[in-house]
């Protein structure tokens, strides 16, 4: 049994809040560079460049790369021989939310859903755990903005639309989101399990490096065939045209019902902010 101090918690939370806003992931920054050389639209280009320069500007003045820093989503892995000591996982984390927002200057976005009224410290973070074997504990953050989160979708599909079913209504949501969640997009699949499970794996896809490879071969060729699909959209880089809709596409499935066909599509903005630490 290994014990970790609930503040050590607050601590790297509160660090990942920051560096997740200001500094934009090696492969984020890759594929903008990569779809750079490969857009063919004036328009396009010149949007890439611009992204590629604003991750710059946000690095070295450590200012939010986007003024919609997001609502705190965590993903937490829990090894079964950790002990917490001096508080509990879920108030660290929150305390690491708080003070991340607080000392960052990052906007603060939780609010009641009827009143409007903004909460103030952008608490309650959604948080998400799995026990794991071992003594540590992974944290992956992943702050979430609105427009691209409202252009998410979770639908129960009848089982005979099939493969062919799930890669058309993939393609047509990104076709119909349009602008809205400021492209170029990466988009997160998740298919089977339940209603709640599907959207989970979904949003959890959107965490694995933008181009790596996903390890299924028959995901691997579903993934490549969206990604194609979605780029001949003709949508581009914050919708001005081009070939550049999306970065990538995540694709996750699991076992169903037999009488159901679950199917959850998270997008996420060309801002993929991400960031993870192991205690």
């Not at 937490?76 to 879920?90: A, C, F, K, P």
């Not at 119909?176 to 492209?183: A, L, T």
Request: contains cysteine; negative net charge.
């Amino acid at each position: 049994m290994r014990e970790i101090e609930a503040n050590k918690i607050t601590a790297q939370v509160k660090r990942l809040c920051m560096e997740a806003n200001y500094d934009l992931g090696e492969d984020v920054l890759k594929a903008f560079k990569d779809y750079y050389a490969a857009e063919e639209s004036p328009a396009g280009k010149e949007i890439l460049e611009q992204l590629i320069e604003n991750a710059r500007i946000a690095t070295d003045e450590k200012t939010p790369i986007c003024q919609d820093t997001g609502l705190a989503i965590l993903f937490i892995e829990l090894g079964q021989d950790v002990h917490l000591v001096g508080g509990d996982l879920n108030e660290a984390v929150q305390e690491g939310v708080r003070q991340g927002y607080q000392e960052g200057y990052l906007r603060k976005s939780s609010c009641h859903p009827f009143t409007r009224k903004n909460l103030g410290d952008n608490t309650p973070a959604i948080i998400h755990i799995e026990l794991v074997p071992g003594d540590k504990i992974n944290i992956k953050f992943a702050p979430k903005g609105g427009g691209s989160e409202n252009m998410s979708r979770v639908v129960m599909l009848t089982p005979a639309v099939g493969r062919q079913g799930v890669i058309d209504y993939v393609v047509n949501l990104i076709k119909e989101s349009g602008s809205n969640p400021c492209p170029p997009t990466v988009v997160g699949v998740g298919i089977g399990g339940t209603f709640e499970r599907a959207a989970y794996i979904a949003k959890k896809a959107l965490l694995r490096p933008i181009g790596s490879k996903n390890p299924d071969p028959e995901l691997a060729q579903m993934e490549e065939e969206i990604l194609e699909k979605i780029n001949k959209l003709g949508i581009g880089p914050q919708g001005l045209g081009g070939r550049t809709t999306s970065l990538a596409v995540h694709v996750d499935l699991v076992p169903c019902h037999i009488a159901s066909l679950p199917l959850a599509v998270n997008v996420q903005c060309h801002a993929a902010r991400h960031k993870e630490v192991t205690i």
